[in-house]
């Protein structure tokens, strides 16, 4: 499975970004698809993701700002996030987990900074 992150850029803050994971495969068979993001001198950490049977899960720091979304082919998933905050500024990374394996892209640079 190879996927590729799109759509980071440098923003001020309370403005929108939206972020592209394209995946080589359909997205339906993942146990897990979704977003992390590592800020510099922190850990990587979860951000939304879709969990298999069709749940969708939020970190509770981008609750009602941030949306994950998937296109109806099933091989796209989408971040968007609104109300941008400096806290927001990191790497982001497309993620997905299939039959016990784990699946990183490349990552996305996203700055909030006025």
């Known amino acids: 499975v190879q996927l590729q992150a799109s759509g980071g850029g440098l923003v001020q803050p309370g403005g929108s970004l939206r972020l592209s994971c394209a995946a080589s495969?359909?997205?339906?068979?993942?146990?897990?698809v979704g977003w992390y993001r590592q800020a510099p001198g922190k850990q990587r950490e979860f951000v939304a993701a879709f969990i298999s049977g069709g749940v969708i899960r939020y970190a509770d720091s981008v609750k009602g700002r941030f949306t994950i979304t998937k296109d109806h082919t099933e091989t796209s998933v989408y971040l968007q996030m609104n109300s941008l905050q400096t806290e927001d500024t990191a790497v982001y990374y497309c993620?997905?987990?299939?039959?016990?394996?784990?699946?990183w892209g490349q990552g996305t640079q996203v700055t909030v900074s006025s």
């Open positions: 495969e359909s997205v339906i068979t993942f146990n897990l």
């Open positions: 993620h997905a987990q299939q039959y016990g394996k784990l699946y």
